[in-house]
T-cell receptor, first 115, second 118 residues
């Protein structure tokens, strides 16, 4: 049962244009969402997050939008740059059966920026 | 600060062999995690340790054991490796802990261990 889904395995965008990465979730108890970026042969690195009480969070070229009624979030990158080419993971924070907070990750979207 | 370090970077095992993956963090984080990444599956949680002295199962714990040696170190052991355990393994740490215990923080990941089981 995939609670966090990224339905697009890959996305190609022209340099300078907007990149939009999507993520859907099923668990309404998730209270915090994060985006991670991963380059080949490296570990994921934190990019941006959003609390469930907000609908938008912006950090430079990166903006995350949350639509709680649709259980959908998206990451917008504008303008896209060649260094943005990476795999992006969406993650959702929830409470485990033992009362601890844990992240559930999506399957990732490979973004390629075309110069 | 080195952040999260993992050893080894690469390992090839034969079916049935055992090995331990090491992880250490120098950020004084309470919580540590082990994930595996497989194509089309994203990152799946194997085991985690919310605080020193505690460990709990994640989504895919079968075939693995863990030890939280101290606050800094969290090891993952494969007692009898199987080809299905071929994967990239990531260790992570954070200040995420008991619900409501503190501010939300992101997890910091190590560089990964690429394991092949023949």
């Amino acid at each position: 049962d995939q609670q966090v889904k990224q339905n697009s395995p890959s996305l190609s965008v022209q340099e300078g244009r907007i990149s939009i990465l999507n993520c859907d979730y099923t668990n309404s108890m998730f209270d915090y969402f994060l985006w991670y970026k991963k380059y080949p042969a490296e570990g994921p690195t934190f990019l941006i997050s959003i609390s469930s009480i907000k609908d938008k969070n912006e950090d430079g070229r990166f903006t995350v939008f949350l639509n709680k009624s649709a259980k959908h979030l998206s990451l917008h990158i504008v303008p896209s740059q060649p260094g943005d080419s990476a795999v992006y993971f969406c993650a959702a924070n929830g409470i485990s059966n033992f009362g601890n907070e844990k992240l559930t990750f999506g399957t990732g979207t490979r973004l390629t920026i075309i110069p | 600060n080195a952040g999260v370090t993992q050893t080894p970077k690469f390992q090839v095992l034969k079916t049935g062999q055992s090995m331990t993956l090491q992880c250490a963090q120098d950020m004084n984080h309470n919580s540590m995690y082990w994930y595996r990444q497989d194509p089309g599956m994203g990152l799946r949680l194997i085991y985690y340790s919310a605080s020193e002295g505690t460990t709990d199962k994640g989504e895919v714990p079968n075939g693995y054991n863990v030890s939280r040696l101290n606050k800094r170190e969290f090891s993952l052991r494969l007692e009898s490796a199987a080809p299905s355990q071929t994967s990239v393994y990531f260790c992570a740490s954070s200040d995420l802990g008991l619900a409501g215990a503190g501010p939300y923080n992101e997890q910091f990941f190590g560089p990964g261990t690429r394991l092949t089981v023949l």
